[in-house]
């Protein structure tokens, strides 16, 4: 039986919170950002939530996270 494996793409872009929730950045801040508003890109800060729709998906590629 071969090995369960993490997706080497989702363990760098989601982190599992100790309530279970997952957690990732915000996208559309890396480029492009001249044309952008400084509140916008402000808003973009930080990390947000993923909805919980999603959260099945992650939990395939990531069978190790405890969630």
Same mark, same amino acid.
């Given at each position: 039986?071969? &090995?369960?494996? /993490?997706?080497?793409?989702?363990?760098?872009?989601?982190r599992v919170r100790p309530?279970? @929730?997952?957690?990732?950045?915000?996208a559309f801040k890396r480029?492009?950002?001249t &044309?952008?508003? /400084?509140k916008v890109k402000r808003h973009l800060r930080g990390s947000t939530g993923v909805h919980? @729709?999603?959260?099945?998906r992650i939990k395939q590629m990531l069978?190790?996270?405890g969630l």
């Open positions: 039986m071969p &090995k369960m494996k /993490t997706k080497s793409s989702a363990k760098k872009r989601f309530g279970g @929730t997952v957690k990732r950045g915000q480029h492009i950002l &044309k952008k508003s /400084t919980e @729709t999603d959260t099945g069978p190790f996270a």
